[in-house]
């Protein structure tokens, strides 16, 4: 185990899954079907480990039955044109420049937005976890994934007023709350023991002064914000507001 910043026994990932579009799905022999990885960790060695992994995984099998199947490309979403991996190698081409995203505030004000929780999600205020999504506790757990990514994978963490920046969130007030409590249970193919992996779903408004929030909440799109993100908990959406700015 990775001794880890801060009294973090154990490192966060670089990289969660997406891969919401597949449950429930079955395929048969011959189709094909693809997921997402948002992957925090750009060094092109990482890379090229995380691709033969599910090369490997890939002829162990997957899902419950341990089906075979075929990596056959590994592409850059805003690059797809040129693979990182095609036709069983790795190809130094496909490693382009990485999305980057500024978390600066934009020049518009915002004073509205919804939140979109996609999946299910839990977010800890202290040491208990939330029964709803306060603006103050959804803005700091993102700000805090966001700084521990950047400490552990990138440049160093944020240099930000967390004080400040927590005061004002907390004025920012929740007008709308439309949740429900989703309860999954993950079990381990190699311990046979479960994990519950629930959470809250639905949307959520806020509204006051978000200016300073938005670029944290769209970073925490790709993220994803709160516990057990890796394995697709706590992806959120900025949802379009027909009064204001469209965010999507």
């Not at 079907?33 to 092109?44: G, K, M, R, T, V």
């Not at 036709?87 to 995203?101: H, T």
């Not at 306060?134 to 803005?139: E, G, K, P, R, S």
């Not at 706590?234 to 027909?242: F, K, Q, T, V, Y």
Request: proline residues 6%; charged residues 25%; aromatic residues 10%.
């Amino acid at each position: 185990m990775q001794a880890g910043p801060s009294g973090l026994a154990d490192w966060p990932r670089p990289f969660v899954f997406r891969a919401m579009h597949l449950d429930g799905q079955t395929f048969g022999v011959g189709q094909t079907f693809y997921f997402d990885i948002n992957l925090f960790d750009l060094s092109p060695q990482n890379i090229a480990y995380l691709i033969l992994t599910f090369a490997q995984l890939s002829r162990e099998g997957l899902g419950p039955g341990r089906c075979k199947v075929h990596l056959d490309k590994v592409v850059r979403r805003n690059e797809p044109e040129f693979p990182i991996y095609e036709d069983g190698s790795i190809r130094g081409e496909g490693a382009g420049a990485p999305l980057e995203l500024d978390l600066s505030p934009g020049t518009e004000e915002v004073s509205k937005i919804t939140v979109r929780f996609l999946t299910p999600t839990e977010l800890k205020s202290g040491q208990q976890v939330a029964v709803r999504p306060n603006f103050h506790i959804l803005a700091a757990r993102a700000r805090d994934r966001i700084s521990m990514l950047r400490g552990l994978y990138g440049d160093g963490p944020l240099d930000v007023d967390f004080r400040g920046f927590g005061e004002r969130a907390a004025e920012v007030r929740m007008t709308r709350c439309q949740l429900e409590t989703v309860r999954v249970e993950r079990r381990s193919s190699r311990t046979g023991r479960t994990h519950p992996i629930g959470g809250f779903v639905g949307e959520v408004e806020y509204e006051g002064e978000l200016g300073e929030f938005v670029p944290y909440l769209r970073a925490a799109e790709y993220t994803g914000v709160g516990r057990q993100t890796v394995w697709g908990k706590g992806a959120i959406l900025l949802a379009p507001d027909r009064r204001g700015p469209q965010w999507i």
